[in-house]
């Protein structure tokens, strides 16, 4: 098998499992773009086996450290034991992540379960390659009754792939309604946002809403309208809901007329309207989208994080509560707690914490991968000024 020899002090070496261009001494036996390599040390002991990409940043991800075959075995195993740990968490069948890259072995490999429906995404080349494969391995453990692929993500251009969206198993669905805790969501695998929903912070949903019952709520952000769903559904005076995007803020209003609330929405760039908008609410959700995917670009993202926090707050009317979130990995816990303090002490206001966020349990985390850890958030309430 070719293979890379990895320099002393690199970051597999810790327990990561990406190796960079600058982290190979050298290239042996000419590996092919997609292909299996074997990883060794600078003493030729054997590290294991990596999926190859030269075109690639991060030019090999280890997927194990014994010798494997990228065969049916290996997917159906690999899959199937990501299935049994979702189904040892409980969660609805028809609302989970059932297959998530790094966290379950299969770098680049994305799925998403909706009922008898599912959603895949390839990212990195080797799993591109090899997703009829996988389509096929995960009709034999699940038989769905449809698989969309949905490989429009933005990732893939940095793996030289192609965007696509096309079905890979049964016929294409009509859309169709899924529930959670009495939020009513439609779903259109095909034309759909992403692979579906934000399953990873659906469990937030009702830990915001709890403390909505007769507030003036303000969900920015708003994508499908889940915590604005959610805080209706819990008795809130009145919600508004903000995204720049007519599609998500059309969503938003179909999901809440699906589930029996009322919720305004406006189409808006989210920034002009925190800074144009003079109304006061009882609670902010902030949500955004990540507004970094790389660290040439995260002091301008922790100004942006800081700036609508600033804004947030002085939108607050007293005890109000503030919730917000931050979905990137290079801001970390830290960094975006800190941009909170930071409009907070700008603003003159006092915040105490009251509930701390991170993504749902099929969202699993590796200890040694940072960047399996990325969607954080945290609940404040105003306290009285000092």
């Known amino acids: 098998m070719p293979g890379l020899i990895i320099k002393p002090r690199s970051r597999i070496f810790h327990g990561h499992e990406w190796i960079y261009s600058s982290e190979i001494q050298k290239t042996f036996g000419q590996p092919e773009p997609g292909d299996l390599v074997s990883l060794k040390d600078f003493k030729d002991r054997p590290l294991g086996v990596a999926i190859y990409n030269p075109h690639s940043q991060i030019v090999a991800r280890r997927i194990s450290r014994r010798k494997q075959k990228l065969d049916e ?18 969660l609805e069948k028809d609302l989970r992540r059932l297959v998530w890259s790094e966290s379950d072995g299969l770098p680049g490999v994305i799925v998403d379960q909706y009922g008898e429906h599912l959603v895949l995404q390839t990212t990195t080349l080797a799993m591109d390659q090899r997703k009829d494969l996988i389509t096929q391995c995960l009709i034999a453990l699940l038989s769905p009754k449809s698989i969309t692929l949905r490989n429009d993500s ?32 439609e779903i259109d695998p095909a034309n759909g946002q992403k692979t579906g929903l934000y399953l990873d912070i659906i469990e937030s949903y009702a830990r915001v809403a709890k403390r909505a019952a007769g507030k003036k709520v303000l969900d920015v952000f708003c994508n499908q309208g889940g915590f604005g769903l959610a805080c209706g559904l819990a008795g809130a005076a009145s919600v508004t809901a903000v995204d720049i995007s007519e599609s998500a ?14 919720i305004d929405t406006v189409t808006a ?36 994080y800081k700036e609508i926090h600033l804004r947030a707050l002085a939108m607050l009317n007293p005890s109000g509560i503030l919730a917000t979130f931050c979905c990137s ?14 409009a907070a002490v700008d603003g003159k206001r006092t915040l105490r914490m009251i509930d701390s966020h991170s993504q749902r349990l099929d ?12 969607l954080k958030g945290f609940t404040f309430q105003l306290a009285p000024n000092r």
Request: glycine share 4%; charged share 20%; aromatic share 8%.
């Open 73 to 90: 075995e290996f997917f159906t195993r690999r899959l199937s034991q990501a299935i049994n740990y979702r189904n040892s968490l409980s």
């Open 249 to 262: 803020t059309t969503s938003t209003a179909r999901n809440a007329h699906l589930s029996g609330i009322t």
């Open 329 to 342: 990995h290079h801001a970390t816990r830290e960094l975006f707690l800190d941009s909170v303090k930071q």
């Open 154 to 185: 933005s990732m893939r251009k940095a793996e030289g792939l192609e965007k696509q969206i096309k079905m890979v198993h049964g016929s294409q669905p009509e859309p169709f309604t899924v529930q959670h805790q009495g939020s009513v969501f």
């Open 363 to 374: 969202h699993p985390i590796i200890a040694t991968l940072p960047e399996t850890e990325y």
């Open 269 to 304: 760039n989210a920034f002009n309207f925190l800074r144009q908008h003079d109304q006061t609410y009882d609670l902010i959700i902030l949500d955004p989208p990540s507004f970094t995917r790389n660290k040439k670009t995260l002091k301008d993202a922790m100004r942006g």
